[in-house]
């Protein structure tokens, strides 16, 4: 069985995908220091608790923070006796090359996105991620990432003005009742979350028109359906997207390896 994972910048996804479903999914915050040994007793406990006993023989890691990949390679060799692909690295080959600037490296949490709405929708597609940023990814015909969009994410937003302004409280993202906030809380939910919503729609529209072409919007992350619940902003939300993106990538380097 696969072992995927997918590290982003707040949070770590496991999941074990036993060739035609995923098993289950374990979430935990990202940390760099947390040991090979640390992640085995978060990992066998869940498992326990979830009652499933896998026999994993591969691992497959995205990871947006470098660090990360050591202890997970450790975790990789010393548990299951692999050496996990690592996606970015030279080894682990892409379905299709991504076209960016020379010299370039695209967050392999992006690639993987490509690559799993591809795999799932065919090509001229958009990938919104929100994430600790919210990133467009843009797949062309063939499926390759051709591009996107770098935007500070929705809590990091929220975080940076209370960060940066004595008066303004730790808020959580809700969909405001209103624009028009009567309160600190409400005023920051509604620019936030209209904010969002605005630049979501613009972004899309000028991706689409600069392309000149329909493309599919894709939207993942635990957020997207929060904005979902709106405006018509995106055609799918798929919360597993990244998770297939990898299983999409472990399957055409076992099919392509020599
Ligand atoms: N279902 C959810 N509801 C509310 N906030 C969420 C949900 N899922 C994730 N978040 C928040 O969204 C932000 C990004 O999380 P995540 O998608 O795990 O980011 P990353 O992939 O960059 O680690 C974090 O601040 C996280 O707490
Ligand atoms: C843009 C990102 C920070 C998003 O990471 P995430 O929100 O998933 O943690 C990550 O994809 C990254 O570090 N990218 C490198 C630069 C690039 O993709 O062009
Ligand atoms: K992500």
Avoid at 1 to 9: H, K, P, R, S, V
Avoid at 160 to 187: F, S
């Amino acid at each position: 069985m696969l072992l995927a994972i997918d590290c982003g910048n707040t949070n770590t996804v496991f999941s074990i995908w036993d060739g035609e479903k995923f098993l289950c999914t374990m979430r935990t915050s990202t940390h760099h220091a947390r040991t090979a040994d640390a992640y085995f007793t978060w990992f066998s406990t869940l498992l326990e608790h979830y009652g499933i006993d896998p026999e994993i023989t591969e691992v497959i890691i995205s990871s947006t923070v470098p660090r990360v990949v050591f202890n997970l390679r450790v975790f990789s060799d010393q548990f299951f006796g692999c050496r996990p692909l690592v996606v970015g690295k030279s080894d682990c080959l892409l379905p299709a090359l991504p076209r960016v600037d020379q010299g370039t490296i695209v967050g392999p949490d992006r690639l993987v996105n490509t690559a799993g709405a591809y795999d799932r929708h065919g090509g001229n597609l958009i990938v919104v991620d929100f994430g600790t940023a919210t990133t467009f990814d843009v797949a062309g015909k063939d499926g390759a990432y051709v591009g996107g969009v770098i935007a500070p994410g929705v809590n990091l937003s929220l975080e940076a003005l209370h960060m940066a302004a004595a008066a303004l409280p730790h808020v959580d993202i809700t969909k405001p009742q209103r624009v028009v906030g009567t309160n600190t809380v409400a005023c920051m939910q509604s620019g936030v979350f209209w904010g969002y919503v605005g630049l979501v729609k613009e972004i899309c529209a000028r991706i689409k028109a600069e392309r000149d072409q329909t493309m599919k919007i894709i939207a993942t992350g635990g957020l997207a359906p929060l904005f979902a619940q709106t405006e018509d902003l995106f055609d799918v939300i798929e919360d597993d997207l990244t998770m297939h993106g990898l299983t999409v990538i472990h399957k055409y380097n076992k099919e392509n390896a020599d």
